[in-house]
């Protein structure tokens, strides 16, 4: 064997291990981008499931809260309970497909179409929940005004911090779940340009 072959020979042997360590390193940022992805999902559906939890529990709560101690009519006690579970129902529905074992098993290019197509409709939640909040927040309030009469000035600041108060906790809250599907859609959009270590 001549000296070029040798050479040669050795340059395969380089080249075989730099390609075994590349896929290992590979299959090592694949398994560590899978348990972030499922790390972030596991998060939006436990607060998924949080939301859900308290929003059930605001129904019988609601009914003692504003029909039985504060009188006001069960037309407005039925409204929020509508509301309430067309929350639980979003909930399950944009989350199924995190609750799913496959989620992060499958495509990443798939995983990340199912993300942005979550991340799109919890976004897009807020332009049914607003409005709806607002009407009925608008509506609790002409209850008790009609109620309390020339008291309702006593209400006011109560009322005022309440709303706010709720403004605060659902924006804070979706802010959190659109910066969890946020981090999913870009470790995997990293780990496909190459940048994840």
Same mark, same amino acid.
């Given at each position: 064997m001549n000296t070029n072959d040798l050479e040669l020979d050795?340059?395969?042997?380089?080249m075989a291990i730099l390609q075994n360590k590349l896929n290992s390193q590979a299959i090592?940022?694949?398994?560590?981008?899978?348990?972030?992805?499922?790390?972030?999902?596991?998060?939006?559906?436990?607060?998924?499931?949080?939301?859900?939890?308290?929003?059930?529990?605001?129904i019988p709560y609601g009914y003692w809260a504003f029909v039985k101690l504060n009188g006001l009519s069960v037309a407005l006690w039925i409204a929020m309970s509508v509301m309430m579970l067309a929350v639980v129902g979003f909930c399950i529905y944009n989350g199924r497909e995190m609750?799913?074992? *496959? /989620?992060?098993? #499958?495509?990443?290019?798939?995983t990340k179409r199912k993300a942005l197509a979550a991340?799109?409709?919890?976004?897009?939640?807020?332009?049914?929940?607003?409005?709806?909040?607002?009407?009925?927040?608008?509506?609790v309030g002409?209850?008790?005004?009609?109620?309390?009469?020339?008291?309702?000035?006593f209400f006011i600041p109560f009322f005022i911090i309440c709303s706010v108060g709720g403004i605060i906790l659902g924006m804070t809250v979706h802010f959190r779940?659109?910066?969890?599907?946020?981090?999913?859609?870009?470790?995997?959009? *990293? /780990?496909?340009? #190459?940048?994840?270590?």
């Open positions: 050795q340059m395969r042997q380089q090592v940022s694949d398994r560590f981008i899978r348990r972030s992805v499922s790390h972030s999902a596991t998060t939006i559906n436990r607060r998924y499931l949080v939301i859900s939890i308290v929003a059930l529990a605001m609750r799913r074992r *496959d /989620f992060t098993s #499958g495509n990443l290019l798939d991340k799109r409709r919890d976004n897009n939640w807020l332009w049914f929940g607003i409005p709806m909040a607002t009407v009925w927040a608008a509506w002409w209850e008790m005004a009609q109620k309390l009469g020339a008291d309702f000035k779940t659109q910066r969890h599907y946020r981090d999913i859609i870009e470790q995997i959009e *990293d /780990f496909e340009d #190459g940048t994840t270590i």
